[in-house]
Every structure is written in structure tokens, then in C-alpha cells.
Nanobody, 117 residues
């Protein structure tokens, strides 16, 4: 079992920046792809950014390309999401996942990001 803890969320004005972090612990027998997802009130959870097990490949949703950047440090079992030029529509609870987007995995509890206009 893998435990994930997100941090770094908060309240920020439009145009501001936040950096989210996710720390993994537990029974990790191998490294895995990881990703950041978000869920706004009344909306379904969506993939925001993903990163391969090695960190050599990344994916971004069209809505955040050029503004967000995902990175990982396998030695520390962490993954981060740098969010710049934030918009009100970025407001959501952001979740970290250990595992490929199309595969079973583990989820963190989420961290709230609120962007005011």
C-alpha cells in the first residue's frame, strides 16, 4: 500500500503562482508514473499533468499547457506541480496519484486551490 500526502494549496489571486507537493510512502516495490488531478465542485475529476516513472516524459491538459509544470524526485519519492498564471477556473481540489492514468493506483487526500478574480 502507498500513502500520498499533498501540500501547498491555498488562496491566490488571478495571475499568481502556487507550488503543490506530494510525498509518497509505504510499500513501493517499484517506481511508477504519477500525476496530478483536480476536481471542482459539481465537476468530475480530470487529469491535469502526468509524469513517467523516470521523469523523462510529461503530459499536460490543454487548459494548463504553458502555465503548469510537473516534476519528480524519485530519490525523495516526491512529485511537484508548479502552477503559474493561475486563473479562477483553476479553482479545485488537487489530488496526487501514484500509477498510470489508465491503471489502478493510489490517491492522496487532496489539497484545495482557490483562485480569486
Amino acid at each position: 500500500q502507498v500513502q500520498l500526502v499533498e501540500s501547498g494549496g491555498g488562496l491566490v489571486q488571478a495571475g499568481g503562482s502556487l507550488r503543490l507537493s506530494c510525498a509518497a510512502s509505504g510499500s513501493m516495490y517499484s517506481i511508477n508514473a504519477m500525476g496530478w488531478y483536480r476536481q471542482a465542485p459539481g465537476k468530475q475529476r480530470e487529469l491535469v499533468a502526468g509524469i513517467s516513472s523516470s521523469g523523462g516524459a510529461t503530459y499536460y491538459a490543454d487548459s494548463v499547457k504553458g502555465r503548469f509544470a510537473i516534476s519528480r524526485d524519485n530519490a525523495k519519492n516526491t512529485v511537484s506541480l508548479q502552477m503559474n498564471s493561475l486563473k479562477p477556473e483553476d479553482t479545485a481540489v488537487y489530488y496526487c496519484k501514484w500509477g498510470n492514468p489508465t491503471a489502478l493506483g493510489y490517491w492522496g487526500q487532496g489539497t484545495q486551490v482557490t483562485v480569486s478574480s
